[in-house]
């Protein structure tokens, strides 16, 4: 059975970083060769044994996720030790050691604890020198800029390693946010698009109906119109999932004749002396069939309006005189087209208006 891909890079890291535990056989062997006695030998070997198992369960617990704390007890148990043999091992092992407390305090503690255990053992280290080893000067600074260039150098190191995952995530939840982004946009469009051509359609449909037994002709005009109609409504649907499908006033003020005079419904347009620019044009187009639409499918209205009117902002008005509430005016055709004004600080209003029904759109001019 395969394991997850974070349990297999976990155990790698685990691997990776108990391998490293190996090269405290140097300061081991170093010792070795200064001739110490057969006591002094048993407590190294033991204690360098003891280290290395207590830092490998620092490294287990902190491997991952690191920086958790997890291995607090057994990375103090492992100072003391480490402390302990530095009067048998003498200063090489001072520094091997240090660099190991360095590396799992690191690993183990949170960012914000770092530069606090750094000086800390730093500190731990120059008083060894001082007071136990009786050191020069010379010795102490050496042993102190070994230690914190190599705690500086982990510390960026982890760093590092912290902020590679940091932008892994946040582009996994770009991604995801962008897939969220693109549904929202394909189910809204495939609204806007089949809202107006289906009731198309049922119009064209119910119109041949009911004059195929008075006037075929004009019958079978209504449903060759009304084949036309599905296939646009095809290619519209098949544009929108590839997003190649434009949108503008002008195309969506002459579907709105065709619809309004199949409806029986007299339609009023009024525009600007200026066309509006790209992307106001394609705003307005939006807001001309929601609201064409709402008077389609919810209007017992005879006339229609729509005015565009350009300026310090755009706005687009559809008003119709039928009965005074849609029952759509808050359902998901407008908040469709709301979530497309708010990113340009456009603004929806929507609801009885003199007797009828209003929806009203206003966009920043400057919005382009």
């Not at 280290?51 to 704390?69: C, D, E, K, T």
């Not at 339609?267 to 639409?293: M, W």
């Not at 208006?353 to 920043?364: H, L, S, T, Y």
């Amino acid at each position: 059975m395969a394991l997850p891909a974070n349990r297999v890079s976990g155990d790698a890291a685990r691997v990776g970083a108990l391998t490293l535990l190996g090269l405290l056989a140097l300061p081991l062997t170093g010792f070795l060769g200064e001739g110490p006695s057969g006591a002094e030998i048993a407590v190294a070997v033991a204690g360098t044994a003891l280290f290395a198992l207590l830092s490998a369960a620092v490294i287990w617990r902190a491997v991952p996720p690191a920086h958790q704390g997890r291995g607090t007890l057994p990375l103090a148990a492992a100072t003391a030790v480490a402390a302990a043999l530095v009067g048998v091992m003498g200063h090489s092992w001072l520094l091997a050691a240090s660099y190991y407390l360095v590396t799992l305090t690191l690993l183990d503690q949170p960012q914000r604890r770092w530069m606090p255990a750094l000086v800390m053992i730093v500190g731990a280290d120059v008083a060894v020198c001082l007071w136990v080893f009786g050191a020069g000067g010379q010795t102490v600074l050496s042993t102190a800029a070994q230690i914190g260039g190599f705690g500086l150098l982990v510390a960026g190191g982890y760093r590092i390693i912290q902020l590679s995952k940091e932008i892994k995530v946040a582009q996994a939840h770009a991604e995801l946010a962008a897939v969220a982004e693109e549904r929202l946009r394909i189910a809204r469009d495939l609204h806007d698009i089949l809202g107006q051509r289906l009731t198309e359609v049922v119009l064209k449909a119910e119109l041949a109906t009911r004059v195929v037994h008075e006037d075929l002709e004009r019958a079978t005009r209504e449903l060759a119109e009304l084949a036309e109609v599905a296939r646009g409504a095809l290619g519209d649907v098949r544009a929108t999932v590839s997003d190649f499908r434009p949108i503008t006033l002008s195309g969506e003020l002459a579907a709105a004749r065709t619809l309004m005079r199949s409806a029986g419904i007299e339609l009023t347009v009024t525009l600007p002396d200026d066309p509006l620019p790209e992307v106001l044009d394609g705003l307005a187009a939006h807001a001309v069939r929601e609201g064409v639409t709402n008077v389609l499918r919810h209007s017992t209205g005879r006339r229609c309006t729509i005015t565009v009117t350009s300026g310090d902002q755009v706005v687009v008005t559809v008003r119709d005189d039928g009965r005074a509430v849609h029952p759509d005016h808050a359902g998901g055709g407008l908040r469709g087209l709301a979530e497309r004004l708010e990113p340009v600080g456009g603004r929806l209003s929507a609801g009885p208006a003199d007797g009828g029904f209003q929806m009203r759109v206003e966009v920043p001019g400057g919005s382009h």
